[in-house]
Nanobody
Framework: QVELVESGGGLVQAGGSLRLSCAAL????????MSWFRQAPGKEREFVVA????????YYAESVKGRFTVSRDNAKNTMYLQMNSLKPEDTAVYYC???????????????WGQGTQVTVSS
């Protein structure tokens, strides 16, 4: 079965940290671009960060640059998102996605996880 499974979300106070994980099952993880997106209530899904198969030179949205760090372990078929200095505006459902193209466009990604809720209290 081909799927992405996110975990690690939760409730944290502003200034705190969380680490999200995205486990890839049933496909060739190391041949895909992997990304994180998020969707806040009443808003469209937005790009957070993309990382190539090698894990080098990730591309971050300006809103998270310097606070979030993406990594991937191809041996474990898992991608991570370390989120530091969290702000209330980071509150959203976080989704991981897999695709063949280097892109920040939501529609270009072929496979999505079910999402994990991140809530940052002020």
């Amino acid at each position: 079965q081909v799927e992405l499974v996110e975990s690690g979300g939760g409730l944290v106070q502003a200034g705190g940290s969380l680490r999200l994980s995205c486990a890839a099952l049933g496909f060739t993880f190391n041949s895909h671009v992997m990304s994180w997106f998020r969707q806040a209530p009443g808003k469209e899904r937005e790009f957070v960060v993309a990382v190539t198969w090698s894990g080098k030179d990730p591309y971050y949205a300006e809103s998270v640059k310097g606070r979030f760090t993406v990594s991937r372990d191809n041996a474990k078929n898992t991608m991570y998102l370390q989120m530091n200095s969290l702000k209330p505006e980071d509150t959203a459902v976080y989704y991981c996605a897999a695709g063949r193209r280097w892109t920040i466009v939501t529609a270009d990604y072929e496979l999505w996880g079910q999402g994990t809720q991140v809530t940052v209290s002020s």
